[in-house]
């Protein structure tokens, strides 16, 4: 029997989470390593995992291809990972193919979601080691049994930076200072918490020596055990709880699905689905006057959306409005607008919004990055929305930046993202557009461990500060996501020790700065290079969409642009049909960022994806006519 090792990964069909799968191939590759991931038949046989016989289709895959270390992943159901790596391994067992039967099987591994691999440890503790998804690159690794020696120079040297962020970030709560951090003052003008406030008075009035950001955090309370009128009150009692505290600026309802889908009705027999269930403009109006003196905002509606934003301004005088342009519709299941008529009412909204000389935030390139889009396309995303905004006539565009998006993303990369879409965004700045950063940390990024979050929440700050490492009234908001997020919503002592964290660490980690304690990211080569190659394929991108498609800056151009694919979303589930050349991309993890690859898992050149794209056009015209007859 050979003594080679060889790792191969397999999924159930159903499962569209593959980029976890071939970011981990990648890694192990450029170790030197041989790796296969399962094809669709084996795909296939182990979503039946009860059947023995597409049982033996798998561990004849592993035993044929000399597989030395298995892993299995399944990002969907616990109970169901639990059971299909249950099978798995018994049928393993019986076919005496591990190393301590005589086999060639050493390792078993599993990633999966928290409270899987809670389950999958404790019954087959020593026997399959998992991967909850907060690994970093080099954790990755060596718990997969590659010896330090053998990963290569630039995962070691991009792990430095992540992990001198995380040793910071531990540095920070092990102190326990932050807890004694006071909530600024922000009450240094005469509009200040009135119906005459804006977030742009509240930020220039702020911007003094030692600057301290502006925080936004998302607070959407909801026990199905109350009723929802109950629901509204236990929300606005916790609206008094955070106003009176003084530590958050920006209060974000997190309302429920069926506010932003059927607000107004009778929702008898309907799931809220989660959020706080306000169903009347009187109840915004309650919220607005608990809330004093935070400034307020919510979600866009994604039906009925033009009176839904006019209602904002009337009842909560909304801070600013957030909309999705192609995303909270059919495409993800969130709306009943198909694309089109979404981008039509959207663009109707954003026009309605610059006459109330409100900034204006794009919820887009993250949406495109859940999708599996690689890194070009959520640069490109942002800049599209900003511009339409800009012509549309809004004059402060809010650019939501989401850090950690996929969470495997390396933190140079991130900060090469970050400031290649920055750099690309201010090239639309002028006297009537002014751009202001708000960063945040990715969706999934905390782990379940609460300690270990709040590390990460005070790592992901630090991060934040690399973007614009000079100025140090960057980043000017913050959206602050709760270190519980991982194991529950979270309560307002939550959210203040969040915000707490993040101000305590965001002050430190300047203090190390400006003592030469930490590496000097403004000056580090590696996120120079890649921050030129995103910002230099981003603007080939643009300049080929803006040659190729003349109304572009209209629904038609929008709908085009997406359904001709040069906006690559191969996790797309919805719609397929309609917009195959968009899902119809591959994508990998390419050296800590995501990248569009070839059949042959190699990185396509950014001219070639134009020109694929390009051939692509005249269907989406089609439909495009077809939908508009």
């Known amino acids: 029997m050979s003594n080679k090792i060889k790792y191969g990964f397999v999924k159930p069909y159903n499962d569209a989470h593959t980029l976890g799968l071939t970011t981990v191939a990648e890694l192990l590759k450029d170790c030197g390593y041989d790796v296969l991931i399962a094809d669709e038949k084996v795909s296939k046989a182990i ?15 592993i035993r044929q291809n000399g597989v030395t270390r298995v892993g299995f ?18 049928q393993m067992k019986k076919e005496r193919m591990f190393k301590f039967q005589g086999g060639q099987v050493e390792l078993v591994f599993f990633g999966g979601l928290p409270k899987a691999c809670e389950l999958i440890e404790k019954e087959f503790e020593g026997l399959v080691i998992t991967f909850k998804g907060a690994e970093s690159a080099s954790e990755t690794l060596l718990k997969m049994g590659v010896p ?16 001198m962020l995380l040793q910071f970030g531990k540095e920070v709560i092990d102190s326990q200072e932050y807890l004694k951090y006071p909530p600024p003052n922000r009450a240094t003008y005469e509009e200040f918490g009135t119906k005459k406030d804006t977030v742009v008075k509240r930020l220039d009035a702020n911007m003094k020596d030692n600057f301290e950001p502006l925080i936004r955090a998302h607070v959407g309370p909801y026990r199905a055990e109350l009723k929802r009128e109950e629901a509204v009150q236990e929300f606005i009692s916790w609206c008094k709880i955070l106003a009176k505290s003084n530590y958050l600026d920006i209060l974000s309802i997190g309302t429920s699905q069926l506010t932003q889908s059927n607000f107004g009705e009778d929702w008898t027999g309907l799931p809220n689905g989660g959020g706080v269930p306000i169903n009347s403009p009187e109840e915004f109006r309650m919220v607005w006057e608990a809330s004093r003196p935070m400034l307020v905002r919510t979600y866009a509606g ?13 009842t909560i005088n909304i801070c600013w409005h957030a909309l999705s342009l192609w995303w909270f519709n059919k495409l993800d299941g969130r709306g009943p607008y198909d694309l089109y008529t979404n981008l039509k009412e959207h663009i109707e909204t954003i026009k309605y919004i610059a006459t109330t000389n409100k900034p204006f935030e794009a919820n887009v390139p993250h949406h495109f990055a859940f999708r599996g889009a690689d890194d070009v396309t959520y640069i490109v995303s ?30 140079v990369q991130d900060l090469a993202k970050s400031r290649a879409m920055l750099k690309l965004v201010r090239t639309l700045e002028d006297e009537n557009f002014r751009v202001i950063l708000q960063p945040r940390a990715g969706l999934d990024y905390f782990k379940p461990d609460l300690y270990e979050a709040k590390i990460q929440l005070a790592a992901v700050t630090a991060l934040m500060d690399d973007i614009e490492p000079y100025n140090e009234s960057s980043p000017p908001i913050i959206h602050v996501v709760s270190y519980s997020e991982a194991v529950h919503l979270a309560t307002p002592d939550v959210i203040i020790e969040s915000i707490q964290i993040t101000h305590h660490a965001l002050q430190k980690y300047r203090e190390l700065k400006r003592k030469g304690k930490v590496d000097d990211m403004g000056k580090n080569e590696d996120v120079k290079q890649r921050m030129e190659e995103l910002y230099n394929d981003a603007v080939k991108l643009i300049n080929a969409v803006e040659e190729i498609i003349p109304d572009l800056y209209t ?15 191969p996790y797309l589930w919805l719609e397929v049909e309609e917009f195959k050349h968009a ?5 990998k993890f390419v050296k800590g960022g995501v990248k ?16 694929i794209a390009k051939s692509h056009l005249p269907d989406a015209e089609y439909n495009l006519k077809n939908l508009s007859l």
């Open 73 to 90: 992943s399944y990002r969907l159901d616990p109970i169901d990972a639990f059971n299909m790596v249950s099978y798995i391994i018994l």
């Open 148 to 163: 330090p020696s053998k990963i290569s120079k630039d995962i070691v040297e991009a792990a430095k930076y992540d992990e």
């Open 382 to 411: 942002a800049y599209l929305s900003a511009k339409l905004a800009k012509k549309l006539g809004i004059k402060t565009f809010i650019l939501q930046n989401m850090l950690n998006t996929p969470r495997s993303t390396w933190g």
């Open 47 to 61: 979503t039946d995992y009860k059947d023995e016989r597409q049982r033996k289709v798998v561990t004849e895959w």
């Open 596 to 611: 569009v690859v070839d059949d042959e898992g190699k990185p396509m050149p950014i001219e070639k994806r134009i020109e």
């Open 302 to 314: 994604t039906k009925n959306i033009l009176w839904l934003a006019k209602m904002y301004e009337e």
């Open 583 to 587: 899902k119809n991309w591959k994508t």
């Open 555 to 569: 629904p038609e151009g929008f709908y085009k642009v997406f359904a001709a694919g040069f906006l690559p979303v």
